[in-house]
Every structure is written in structure tokens, then in C-alpha cells.
């Protein structure tokens, strides 16, 4: 897939995309291949968060792939940096708007954020899994067995993708308790 830099909004949306970039790349990378070490463990010791993190692994790896096509991107348009930097000066009006550069991408822009985005997502989802498997790895160094560590685990976080839980009720429940306490009374005169 090919997209060229044609308008002062896409060069604009991938000078942003440029800027903060690496070190979003870099967080993804770090925690994919904490994902990807944790394989051996989970077939080994829990068999019932398998199919949890296989689906988890297929996506990240999905993703990861597109990152790099946006890598690609990025590194495309920086060997045009001169004649990119030059015309967006000239797109937000610090010089003549000159030439349009020829300055290919992968992807487009609005792709390439779409992309981060479900990156981001993903992150949150490896982040959970992350608390999971070293919780689970905690409980077993305690003397639990991997099904009694996995039952605690879900005692505490509840299960994959679910708010977690407090002292059985769900932190949504919890929070859309709080959220009536406090706003209630306010809501209440409001309405009178």
C-alpha cells in the first residue's frame, strides 16, 4: 500500500506522527516481547489462559507488523527531510508554499494513526496480562499451584478484560456507585 504527501494537513498529521513516534514504537516493542516471553509459561503451567493469549499474541503480532510498515513510512519520509520540513514551513505559512515534495509513505497518515490507536489498545490489553501471569507467578512462588493461583487471580482481577473486582462487586459497579453518591445529590436539585 502507498500513500504520497499531497496537503499541508497530511505532512502536518505526519509531523506529529514523526515526533512521537519512536518512543511510542519502542514502549510497543518492549511490551510485545514481554508478551512473547511469557509463552513457555502459559502452556506449561496454564493451559486454560491459552486460547486468551494466543488471540492476544495474533493481534499484537498483527499490529506489530503494521508498526513497522509505519517505521518504513517514517524512515521514507525522513530521508526527504529537507524538502518535507520545507514544505510544511511553507504549508503553515513561514515561507512560499514552493513544490509539492514527492515523498512517499506506506501508509497514510490517518492509517498510520488508526494503526497507533489500536496499538494503544493492545497495550492496555498486554498490560493487563502482564499483571496476570506475574500475580499467577507470585501465588505460586507462595507454595499455590498454577489452578490455585489462576482461581485467585481471577478472585482479584476477574476475568480477562473484565473490570476486576472488589470484595465480589465489579470496580464498574464501584464506580458507578461513587459517581451517584457524589453526583446524585447535585443531579437531584437540578432536577427540581
Do not use: C
Not at 514551513?89 to 512560499?96: I, Y
Not at 497507533?116 to 493492545?122: D, F, K, N, T, W
Not at 458507578?176 to 457524589?182: C, D, E, K, T
Request: charge should be negative; proline fraction near 4%.
Amino acid at each position: 500500500m502507498t500513500a504520497q504527501i499531497t496537503s499541508p494537513q497530511e505532512a502536518q498529521e505526519w509531523y506529529k506522527i514523526i515526533t512521537d513516534f519512536p518512543g511510542f514504537f519502542t514502549n510497543y516493542q518492549n511490551n510485545y516481547n514481554g508478551l512473547v516471553s511469557q509463552g513457555n509459561y502459559i502452556y506449561t503451567q496454564h493451559p486454560e489462559w491459552k486460547a486468551d493469549y494466543d488471540t492476544l499474541l495474533n493481534k499484537s503480532t498483527d499490529t506489530y507488523n503494521k508498526l513497522f510498515s509505519i517505521n518504513d513510512s517514517i524512515n521514507s519520509i525522513k530521508n526527504n527531510w529537507s524538502d518535507f520540513t520545507g514544505w510544511l514551513s511553507g504549508a503553515v505559512g513561514l515561507s512560499d508554499l514552493g513544490i509539492l515534495p514527492l515523498i512517499w509513505a506506506g501508509v497514510s497518515a490517518a492509517a498510520a494513526a488508526a494503526i497507533i490507536y489500536e496499538a494503544g489498545q493492545l497495550l492496555s490489553e498486554m498490560a493487563d496480562r502482564a499483571a496476570r501471569y506475574n500475580m499467577a507467578k507470585d501465588y505460586e512462588a507462595k507454595g499455590m499451584t498454577p489452578a490455585q493461583a489462576a482461581e485467585q487471580v481471577k478472585g482479584v482481577l476477574g476475568a480477562p478484560g473484565s473490570a476486576g473486582t472488589f470484595l465480589g462487586v465489579s470496580y464498574t459497579v464501584w464506580a458507578i456507585g461513587a459517581a451517584a453518591i457524589l453526583l446524585g445529590p447535585m443531579l437531584l436539585k437540578r432536577l427540581k
